[in-house]
């Protein structure tokens, strides 16, 4: 204790004072750029908001923002395409009903209409759309986006160039970018693929959201030169963010028998990069998709097979609404616990319904 050697000797305050005197003051250095770092990838906080961009910019995220599928296919009016200048015709329509009775004297079409006694209606709902009829349209809308591309010499990417990147070991033909492919060509291919990998019709609708995704961002058309690797580049993305078991990049060589994994891995790198790494599909732009879809549908009379209700269905939908009104009446006793004054005073009014 008191030996000025001994190692447990601590500095009085006043000596803590003067070594902190002797500091320098602070000076805050100067900021590096990205150039200076070697770093140029853009932070998250420098990216556009999507809701101060307008809203025509950005179909494939804004749910306000009209599809542009539907947009092309309604330019079809002004085109003599009797096919597309036909009448719209109503979903409610049974082509050749007496075929099932007849085949060689097919009946008059008939429209199909509810009453009291029977209800029509098709399976396919926004949560579980019908496979063959969602591809279909998928396949209807990509047609529409080749044939009304816009002939003003946007850019078109080597990555999905087919002369450059082919999808089999056939010989490309030379003119492979001058036609148009037809809407059954787009369905076949599509199908092909949905069918070999097992995707649902919900991958289909992300598949569309994806393609007008990557035209908005990368300011490219599809184009006959081009539209089979787009395609497959946006199923190949779809099926991985949509489902939980996703196929593999090797499974699709095995459906496609000359492509390689590599050139699977750089079209889904180039595809992400060209995207931003905007994946994102939420709920309201995909109800908006399914929506438009079926407005497409309808116009080019490619309409949904109706069925009446049966006795089965009807006892599920009963089911899905007493499930949706209990939960209702949960959210009714919490606003019941609520005290209000009366000066102030709401009543919740509740109205059940049935279908039996």
């Known amino acids: 204790m008191g030996n000025t050697t001994s190692c447990c000797v601590s500095s009085s305050p006043k000596h803590r004072r003067s070594n902190h005197s002797r500091l ?21 906080s420098d990216r556009e908001n999507i809701d101060d961009l ?23 009016v002004l085109v003599p395409n009797k096919r597309v200048r036909e009448k719209r015709k109503s979903l409610y329509i049974n082509h050749f009903t007496h075929i099932s009775e007849n085949k060689h004297h097919p009946g008059p079409v008939r429209r199909k209409y ?38 003003d ?11 450059l990147h082919p999808l089999s070991k056939s010989e490309v033909p030379a003119d492979y970018d001058k036609y148009d492919p037809e809407q059954k060509q787009i369905y076949r291919f599509v199908r092909t693929l949905f069918s070999a990998a097992q995707l649902t019709a919900e991958c289909a609708i992300v598949t569309l959201v994806y393609l007008e995704r990557l035209l908005t961002y990368a300011e490219i058309d599809i184009c006959p030169a081009n539209w089979k690797r787009i395609v497959l580049g946006a199923i190949l993305l779809a099926s991985k963010v949509w489902d939980d078991q996703a196929v593999w990049n090797v499974d699709y060589c095995q459906i496609l028998k000359d492509i390689t ?44 097979p109706l069925e009446p209700l049966s006795r089965d269905r009807a006892q ?12 209702y009446k949960d959210y009714k006793k919490l606003a019941k616990k609520r005290s209000v004054s009366s000066d102030n005073l709401t009543v919740v009014r509740w109205c059940p319904a049935i279908i039996s």
């Not at 000076?27 to 070697?38: A, F, H, I, N, Y």
């Not at 010499?153 to 002369?163: P, S, V, Y």
């Not at 599920?316 to 939960?327: G, H, Y």
């Open 24 to 44: 320098e003051p602070y000076r805050p250095e100067p900021e590096l750029s990205r150039e200076d770092t070697g770093c140029n990838l853009q932070h998250i």
């Open 54 to 76: 307008p809203i025509e910019h950005n179909p494939s995220d804004h749910p306000r923002a009209s599809t542009i599928f539907l947009s092309k296919s309604q330019t079809d």
């Open 114 to 151: 509810s009453s009291c006694s029977t209800i029509f209606l098709d399976d396919s709902t926004v949560s579980q759309p019908n496979l063959k009829y969602t591809i279909k349209c998928v396949a209807l809308a990509i047609y529409y986006h080749i044939k009304n591309r816009d002939v």
């Open 153 to 163: 010499g946007r850019m078109l990417l080597d990555i999905f160039d087919e002369k």
């Open 261 to 304: 994994v590599e050139d699977m891995n750089e079209l889904e790198r180039k595809f992400l990069e060209l995207l931003q790494f905007n994946i994102n599909v939420p709920s309201s732009v995909y109800a908006k998709y399914y929506f438009d879809l079926r407005s497409l549908a309808e116009a080019n009379n490619l309409s949904f």
């Open 316 to 327: 599920k939908l009963e089911a899905i609404s007493r499930l949706c009104d209990d939960k």
